[in-house]
């Protein structure tokens, strides 16, 4: 490398647009149109920042992103990792010392939630009506999942909560609005994140339905009880034994269409329904997810 090489790549990168931090999936931050590498302990402190987005007391943050060093090595540490990270406009202190990222860095977790609160608002219904389904990219992956830091944990397993309910909320806002390939598709998403989660199931089970795909809602009620022999042992009850209702007698679905040999029936608006079968589930055995 020259010496005018090397007087390049040692200078700062002076962004001609807001940096932008993604958290989601795995960690990366561009500037200027260019992705920017980090050390390790920047990395870490860009991260916290961007799932944080609010002012950081130093103490606190050095602590928890340095868990059991004493406070002065972790109070090194931060400096350390704060001088790393070569981004000018990236970080911002307020008066008070405390440490963030500044206002205009955008950040893909940010972007999540403001979809989230989106596709929970009364429009919805009218929306999806008249163009289809929203971009939902950005509720597929979780936080940081190869992540193993206490404090990302916590906020991994909150975000994945808030993601599914609205990819359940949207596959049902869908299906409501008779868009129901797309209500299969959202729902779809929502069951390859949690595969035993019940909301997850009843809510591609319902798109099915609705879409006149009744064979395959059966074959996903059964993968979700085989989901919950292997993992406790028993088929508790649930909502979609609600839905997809045991019957003493034959049910005719339609032309050709006839209950299969030990399988569930579907319990279909305007189909009055048998007496229900009780479970037998195994004694101390677990509900499954609601």
Do not use: K
Not at 42 to 60: D, F, I, M
Not at 132 to 152: K, N, R, V
Not at 178 to 194: C, E, I, K, L, S
């Amino acid at each position: 490398m020259s010496d005018d090489d090397h007087c390049r790549s040692s200078e700062q990168i002076t962004p001609t647009s807001a940096p932008h931090v993604r958290v989601l999936g795995s960690f990366g931050l561009r500037a200027d149109d260019r992705a920017v590498p980090l050390p390790v302990d920047s990395r870490r402190l860009v991260a916290y920042l961007a799932v944080h987005r609010r002012p950081q007391p130093t103490a606190a943050l050095a602590a928890t992103l340095w868990p059991g060093v004493g406070p002065v090595p972790a109070a090194r540490l931060l400096d350390e990792a704060v001088a790393g990270v070569d981004v000018p406009g990236l970080l911002d202190a307020d008066h008070l010392g405390r440490l963030q990222l500044a206002d205009d860095v955008v950040v893909d977790l940010t972007e999540a939630v403001l979809l989230i609160r989106g596709l929970s608002a009364p429009s919805m219904l009218r929306t999806v009506r008249e163009i289809g389904a929203p971009e939902t990219t950005l509720l597929e992956s979780d936080i940081l999942p190869s992540w193993t830091a206490p404090w990302i944990a916590v906020e991994r397993e909150r975000f994945r909560q808030l993601r599914l309910s609205a990819l359940e909320g949207l596959a049902g806002t869908l299906t409501a609005a008779d868009r129901h390939d797309d209500a299969v598709a959202v729902a779809r998403r929502a069951v390859a994140t949690a595969p035993s989660r019940e909301r997850s199931r009843r809510a591609l089970v319902e798109a099915l339905l609705a879409g006149g795909h009744v064979a395959d809602a059966l074959a996903e009620y059964e993968e979700f009880q085989r989901l919950l022999r292997n993992s406790v042992g028993a088929t508790p009850d649930s909502e979609l034994d609600r839905l997809l209702a045991p019957l003493d007698a034959g049910w005719p679905l339609g032309p050709g269409l006839h209950r299969p040999t030990q399988r569930l029936t579907v319990g279909m608006p305007g189909i009055s329904r048998g007496p229900q079968r009780s479970r037998r589930v195994v004694a101390g055995s677990p509900a499954s997810a609601r």
